[in-house]
């Protein structure tokens, strides 16, 4: 099963991923996190260009298009064995970040960045989303403190509000998929939250 952690900056989707991992290890299930951009020694090194501070000139199309070299080979290389090998793949970001990010936020046509994602990913969608829904204001005060702050958490708070609404405009046209999770809760609340999520749709798939 493949399962994706969505959300504005400072939701605290990389902060769970750990503790999903051993509870569910606990339970009994082979379970393998990655990240995106990220996942493969590829991906890792895009990661890199993308987030850097130094490339405040990058240009809209070009990160979404790097966003998408960095996800094919995530995809070929990392889900489609893990999955073909029966484990459950748990993925902090995911295509859909593209869609809400270089699609809702930066204002490009959506269609066009649909396309993309879906060469890059071959068409493989996840079968669980949870979206950990944050104020923006709360999402980047958090951010401000950690020690991650990257060239797109930068970007101004109405890039933000797009990114955050066009999360939600997502959950509205796929609700069987998405799942939503006040993140702007106490952090052990919302981890019990997204435990009891994950294993009714193991149980109920």
Known sequence: MFITLEGPEGSGKTSHVPYLVEYLREKGYAVFPTREPGGTAIG??????????KNTEMHP??????YQAARAQFVEQVVRPRLALGEIVLSD???????A???YGHQQDLEQV?????YATGGLAPDLTILLDVDVE???????????????DAYTLEFHRRVR???LDMVKQEPKRWVVVDAGKEWRGVQEELR??????????
Do not use: C, F, M
């Open 165 to 167: 609404a066009g999360y």
């Open 93 to 99: 970001r995911y295509a859909d970040s593209t869609i």
């Open 196 to 205: 009891e999520i994950i294993i009714k749709k193991l149980a109920w798939p």
């Open 101 to 103: 990010y270089q699609g």
């Open 114 to 118: 649909r396309v993309l994602v879906k």
């Open 61 to 66: 199309r070009t990160e979404t298009l790097l």
């Open 44 to 53: 890792e090194q895009i990661r890199e260009v993308l987030h850097s501070l």
């Open 138 to 152: 709360v999402g980047i005060s958090r951010k401000t403190k950690s020690q991650e702050w990257n060239r797109l």
